[in-house]
């Protein structure tokens, strides 16, 4: 019985996770976007004030569970990968 | 021109970190369920054999643009998030 209960929980934790993924690469993708259009314009990849603004927006609508400096952590982590996509973009580009 | 391309570009953005913020709160409150469940019936919070079986099953359905490594680490960040959010409750608890 109770063990049914968590078996339910993890079939919903399962299906967030898939969830997440999908919209992470879909982020993923859109920071590629972002990249190419920025090495075409010729500006820097890393822009600190929007990353700062982004955060600092994502704070301020969150609701919890998680606390504020929890939401900052994950998603700078997510920043840096996306910043790591598009600087290998970047590579691959020049090494063509 | 190109600055509307990238403005664009960052409206959709915007819009998936919200997404993004909006699962990862669920994805929370679900694994605060757990934890609770978990108290209930005296089980640790921590099941590294779960969080194995969760990351493969994530890298199994990754397509990209994200490589599998990076993958790994940032779920990994939200497992822990996760459990430090248990843990608390736990300690909330005995407080109460």
């Known amino acids: 019985m109770s063990n049914g209960k968590l078996e339910e929980l993890r079939g919903q934790l399962d299906s967030v996770n898939q969830q997440l993924l999908e919209l992470l690469s879909e982020r993923g993708r859109i920071a590629q976007q ?39 952590h994950l998603f700078k982590q997510m920043f840096q990968a996306s910043l790591k996509l598009q600087q290998s973009d970047h590579v691959k580009h020049l090494l063509v």
Chains 1, 2 share one sequence.
């Open 34 to 72: 972002i990249g190419q259009e920025k090495e075409k314009q010729g500006v820097p990849k890393y822009d600190p004030v929007r990353e700062k603004e982004m955060l600092d927006e994502l704070v301020a609508q969150n609701k919890g569970p998680f606390d504020n400096e929890t939401i900052r």
